[in-house]
């Protein structure tokens, strides 16, 4: 069973005798304290526990404070204390202290380990140095693992590698081992350790004699509730029976959870406090108690968990009826209204959703977290202990490093220590460090570092955060999932890209069934016993599959039921092939099996509802049609007739590998949702939720709605995120992202169909060109025509869009099918001018030949500053962005359209317009910079070229940089060129 939770270590009694330790090997005693290490499972998408003895654990884990254990809190005190006192302290807290122990240094004894810091090879013989690793993927499922290091990157990154000044070399372990000349070089780079300086008694992190005192008075509080608890759940566990304690739940209107571990605990909580009222929120949730609080356990909609949570739920007095007096312990109860005491927590992993900003420079997060990969310093007397605030800042995502430097991103200390302009105040202002108090560690969870410095700084001087943050994360270390990259690969590096499907009948045998050569799936009336499930949840960080199959053997004499699960785009899962007496077996089996997943009944799947917690089907074609069907087509040793331009180009958009990159840009997993296989109404239905999140992002809505639409929208568009939290769909941006997204799917699904078929014995060129409905021509590069249009390409790049230069490769001329006769009607209306209009290379397919299109209606209105138009722009470079080329795919293609504007409605900020005003034909977004109207070229039709050089438009307070020109009619629009594009990125 996957463990909901996202703390990385686990506590509890054991519940049998069976569990064996992973160290020692030998069995944990059944109810003896048991403590795990939270690992990804490689068999399903969750997390389960690796099982120690206490005195085991230890040498397996790091553990930084209490409040990283799941469970601490309902341990016995004494095994509380026992915790407490392996970290160091009452207070549970052991910071991020080192000790000699966890470093060793030797000569290395291959070229074969790598540096940690620097990832270059570590020499034969050379002297390493290393830290045992507690937190990779492979230490938590095998133990402390060593990281070795050169010795200058050690020395270098010795802060954040908890090798203090006060440490010692001489300590560490094999340190006398070395040869002389080594150790006198050690000792020289790392010091023999300083002294720790005395700190003042108003000096010291405990703030005094009053805040022990406190500690002292929240001990005892929480001590002897726990003793209560205990009293009640050993009574209940030595005289009430299982069935007993299930109907006392039940009569005081609580849920009954499984096992007798839970159940004991749901209801002395219950008999110490009260019963619990349900929730507020949802109405219908069980309330159930977390060291952070009661959270709900209920559901606000079918596809999203309730994300209540209090620390002061609302009871009702626990009622023990008389027929239960039989026992002595239930007879003298009586109900006494108690609140329970919850530890102060200075930061928790609380279960929840990843913010689609946290992957912003607002708040850098190259591990998910809010200050992922930043240093910060503590400067003087704070009113929490160093060892706190350190273990906060560590679970933000950051590191506490001693010396004041330029890469720290800020200090953490009070306004007395400002004032007082000690040593490293001094330093911070020398360095322009921002000095920020306590409070920003609170206020920085929900993400937006940069914003939370700015806010909290409490000294006159400090850089522009978010320059600085930018610069001092570091994404090429660690993945967004948390994990390093190595260790991501742990769970992805065995995925292939695409997988062969070899089709038979109705549908293709999923290759790990081991029977794609000798089976089919079962086909029966029409139906086909064939299933892709999914299920998203953000706040668990779960991306499942389920796939399903009922197969037949081609003999027809044997049938099974195939089934696999796992994690989207990762080598996490498993699968089972189950044999079956008879075919109406298999089909009963995959019935049953559909029923248990999703909460439905196969035969009604039409009418299918969403199960909380269920799976959702995938409405996707798979295997239906052969990939061989594919023609995939070159111009090398072509027979075509066409001009070997022409040819290019034709080669050009109908790239698979093109698309399937494209696909794989926007994290589409090419597994689940394979080219050629997407259905138009899941993306239409997809379109819909991007516009309900919209409407939730304009108006505010709550972050349960948004987490819910998120659900769909993930289920419904199968991701690939490898390890990492699917994000919440929070932000107009990211909105913005996956709206584009779609629209390139479904372009995309244009030119694959087009790739299907084709006449026996054409050429693939010659046939795919007929398929495009268009006339294209190359122009004369002679030709004053093309000179003009060069010159264009030349005058207009906007001096902002300075990441790159152009260079024409080719100009052909555009003759659409139908086009002109379309644009007819439109001909003799005043004010056309040729503008350009930039798209992915893999949306060309579908715009030759069906012309450019208005977003769907389903669409959301983001990104649309003018509403849902065709865009265009007088300026090359401003359309060329939307080319989405690269230093490594560097050449991208552009049209020249001849659009008739007529009368446009003037804009200089973002209007979203259903239906213009009367009298206008067009919008015009109004830039500060524009092609000068002096250098303009009119040409036939009056058709005007404004190829000027960019001027001053006088424009005043215009949010645009450039013009953009918007027509609601796609009649308004004649394609005339298409133009090939070098895109030479400077970096």
Known sequence: MADHHDLPFKAEYAKSGRSACKGCKENIAQDSMRLAVMVQSPFFDG????????????????????????????????????????????????????????????????????????????????????????????????????????????????????????????????????????????????????????????????????????????????????????????????????????????????????????????????????????CEECKTGQLVYSSEGYRCTGNVTDWTKCMYITKTPKRMPFKVPKEYHDVEFLKNYKYVKRDRYFPAVTVSSLEGPVSSSQDSVDGPSTSG??????????????????????????????????????????????????????????????????????????????????????????????????????????????????????????????????????????????????????????????????????????????????????????????????????RVGTTVGGNKVERCGSRQSAINSFKELYAEKTGNDWNDRKNFRKYPNKFYPLDIDYGQDDESAVKKISSAGSKSKLPKSVQDLVCMIFDVESMKKAMMEFEIDLKKMPLGKLSKKQIESAYKVLSELQELNTKGGTQTQILDASNRFYTLIPHDFGMKKPPLLDTSDIIKKKTEMLDNLLEIEVAYSMLKGGDEGEDPVDAHYKKLNTKIQELDKKSDEYKRLVEYVKNTHGKTHNMFDLDVLEIWNVDRQGELARYKPFRDLHNKQLLWHGSRTTNFAGILSQGLRIAPPEAPATGYMFGKGIYFADMVSK?????????????????????????????????????????????????????????????????????????????????????????????????????????????
């Not at 239906?915 to 036939?940: N, Q, V």
């Open 879 to 987: 359309s060329a962005n939307y080319c989405c080329t690269s230093k490594t795919n560097p050449t991208g293609l552009m049209l020249l359209c001849e659009v008739a504007l007529g009368n446009m409605h003037e804009l200089t900020a973002a209007d979203f317009i259903t239906k213009l005003p009367k009298g206008k034909h067009s919008t015009k977004g109004c830039g500060r910079t524009i092609p000068d109207p002096t250098k303009a070229y009119t040409g036939p039709d009056d058709v005007v070229i404004p190829m000027g050089q960019g001027v001053d438009a006088s424009v005043n307070k215009s949010s645009l940089l450039y013009n953009e020109y918007i027509v609601y009619d796609v009649a308004q629009v004649n394609i005339k060129y298409l133009l090939k594009m070098d895109f030479k990125w400077k970096w």
């Open 369 to 566: 977290k809010p200050l992922g990969g930043l240093k910060f310093v503590i400067i003087g007397k704070t009113s929490k202990s160093k060892a706190t605030l350190t273990s906060a800042i560590e679970k933000l995502g950051g590191a506490v490093v001693s010396k004041v430097g330029k890469d720290v991103a800020a200090c953490i200390s009070t306004k007395e220590e400002v004032e007082k302009k000690s040593k490293n105040i001094k330093e911070a202002e020398k360095n322009d460090v921002h000095v920020v108090a306590e409070d920003f560690l609170e206020d920085v969870k929900k993400g937006g570092a940069a914003l939370m410095i700015t806010q909290h700084s409490i000294a006159s001087w400090g850089g522009d955060p978010i320059t600085k943050i930018a610069g001092l994360s570091t994404p090429k270390v660690v993945a967004k999932s948390g994990l390093k990259k190595a260790e991501e690969t742990h769970f992805t590096k065995s995925v292939p890209q695409t997988v062969k499907m070899t089709v038979k009948g109705g549908a293709a045998v999923d290759p790990e069934s081991g029977l794609a050569e000798t089976a089919h799936v079962v086909e029966e009336k029409g139906e086909i016993y064939n299933a892709v499930l999914g299920l998203v949840d953000i706040v668990r960080g779960t991306n499942s599959y389920y796939k399903l199959q009922a197969l037949e053997s081609d003999k027809g004499t044997t049938w099974w039921v195939f089934r696999s699960w796992g």
């Open 47 to 278: 997390k389960m526990p690796n099982w120690f003895h206490e005195r085991c654990f230890w040498k397996r884990a790091k553990v930084a404070n209490t409040h990283d254990i799941h469970g601490f809190d309902s341990l016995r005190w004494e095994d509380q204390e026992k915790i407490k006192g392996k970290l160091g302290g009452a207070g549970g807290d052991a910071g991020s202290s080192e000790t000699p122990d966890n470093f060793s240094t030797e000569y290395a004894k291959s070229n074969k380990s790598k540096c940690r810091v620097c990832e270059e090879p570590i020499a034969k013989n050379q002297v390493r140095i290393s830290k045992k690793d507690f937190e990779s993927v492979r230490a938590k499922m095998y133990g402390p693992q060593e990281a070795w290091h050169h010795v200058d990157c050690f020395v270098e990154k010795r802060d954040e590698l908890g090798f203090g000044p006060e440490m010692n070399v001489e300590t560490i372990k094999y340190f006398s081992v070395l040869k002389k000349e080594d150790r006198d070089m050690l000792i020289e780079k790392l010091g023999k350790g300083e002294k720790p300086k005395k700190r003042k008694a108003e000096d010291k992190g405990d703030g005094g004699g009053k805040k022990q005192k406190k500690d002292t008075e929240e001990e005892k509080k929480l001590k002897e509730q726990n003793q209560l608890i205990w009293k009640i759940r050993d009574e209940l566990q030595k005289s009430v029976s299982n069935q007993a304690m299930k109907l006392l739940l039940e009569i005081n209107g609580q849920n009954n959870p499984s096992g007798e571990s839970k159940l004991l605990d749901r209801l002395s909580d219950c008999m110490a406090f009260g019963a619990l009222e349900r």
